[in-house]
């Protein structure tokens, strides 16, 4: 608009009763208000998954913190579903999950070795968000209510798959690192300025990893199963006892244990022991083996048994429990799982388990009498 046509306007406008002039005014300041606020909509309702604010690169340091040094990247994504042991199978709707961040160091398996791949901060969807609201239908419920024989099989299009265990989603310590990351920045070495190769795909990552190899890309499908392992079940059995444990790989007996490994050194953990029924049980420290100790040398560090490797561990009355190899022989956090051995208990002996990673103590079995380990579950 040109000055003369600009004097024109104002020329009008002075012309205008004032009436008319409040009016236009009332008219412009609606219209920016309701634009302002529609902004304000429609901002929230773009961020209405997250519970962390959008990290800005802080190429300057002007804050204290280390994971945000780097422009953030955004995952190619996909459509995931969830399916198994529900009632309420389907695709998830990521929108209404809060985005979590994790940092890791990945590390896989090389034939020279484990091979560093690069540090990075993670942004994505927690398995624990994402399972929270599926109804559990197990298909061993009428024998063994219990959920702590669950597991999840994650899968991507390219034929791979992780098995992650019920207990490391919703018992550990330290809720939320595990998840479906959709965005990534480098955690870049400051005075090296090292860049390491960014993935393009959203992926698995499992933060409590130490060798990240199940932290595959492109996830399309989380099935939820029980255990296929028919055990005698007998509630209540009293006494509770066992003097051995029977240990199977793939089903087949390879060892009898009828007191700690003395090649072993022990451990002793402090804790405050705590259950999701009976609440405070102790404040006594436990003292036992590392079990992750016991298996090396005996069951050899592959992909596979890092990414589909299962223990189950029972007790003398069936009840039993799931941990994945990774949880307990691959772990980074030193949140070990003891075998204890206290041949004096003439019950609740002589064998269980401390597992120093969970919040809860519904895996500390008791009374074990097997272990079993496989690596292919049907």
């Known amino acids: 608009m040109d000055s003369k046509s600009i004097y024109q306007t104002i020329t009008n406008i002075k012309r205008m009763p004032k009436a008319s ?67 309420n199978p389907g695709e ?68 791979e798959k992780v098995v992650i265990s019920w207990g490391e989603i919703f018992y550990p ?38 060798i990240t190899e199940r932290n595959i890309s492109r996830p399309t499908k989380i099935s939820i199963k029980s255990y296929p392992k028919d055990l005698k079940v007998e509630k209540g059995k009293d006494p509770l006892f066992s003097p051995k444990i029977d240990v199977y790989f793939e089903n087949k007996i390879v060892e009898k244990l009828i007191k700690n490994p003395t090649n072993i050194p022990e451990q002793r953990l402090h804790t405050i022991f705590y259950g999701r029924g009976k609440g405070i049980h102790s404040t006594q420290p436990f003292t036992g083996v590392n079990l992750k100790n016991y298996f090396e040398g005996k069951i050899e560090r592959t992909q596979k048994a890092l990414r589909e490797g299962i223990f189950v561990i029972a007790a003398d009355d069936g009840y039993r429990g799931v941990f994945t190899y990774s949880e307990l022989c691959n772990r980074n956090d030193q949140a070990e799982i003891l075998l204890v051995c206290r041949p004096e208990l003439t019950h609740d002996g002589i064998f269980s388990l401390f597992p120093s990673c969970d919040f809860f103590s519904d895996r500390a079995i008791k009374g074990i009498n097997a272990i079993y380990y496989s690596e292919n579950q049907k």
């Open 92 to 159: 998830v709707d990521f929108s209404v999950l809060p985005l979590r961040s994790i940092i890791v160091k990945e590390t896989v398996l090389d034939d020279d070795g484990d091979t560093f791949i690069g540090a990075f901060r993670y942004d994505g969807y927690s398995l624990y968000d994402i399972l929270n609201e599926r109804h559990l239908n197990k298909k061993n419920a009428n024998v063994f209510k219990p959920i702590i024989d669950l597991f999840v099989e994650i899968e991507n299009d390219k034929g």
């Open 21 to 87: 002039i409040l009016f236009i005014v009332f008219l412009i300041l609606f219209i920016g208000f309701s634009c302002d606020n529609k902004n304000k909509q429609d901002d929230k309702a773009n961020n209405k998954s997250n519970d962390i604010p959008v990290i800005e690169a802080d190429t300057v340091d002007a804050t204290n913190n280390f994971y945000d040094n780097a422009e953030t990247y955004s995952l190619q994504t996909y459509n995931l579903e969830v399916r198994g042991e529900i009632t």
């Open 173 to 210: 310590n330290h809720l939320h690192e595990i998840i479906i990351a959709t965005k990534v920045m480098r955690i870049v070495p400051s005075k090296t300025n090292e860049l390491w190769e960014l993935p393009i795909e959203s992926k698995v990552v499992v933060s409590s990893d130490l």
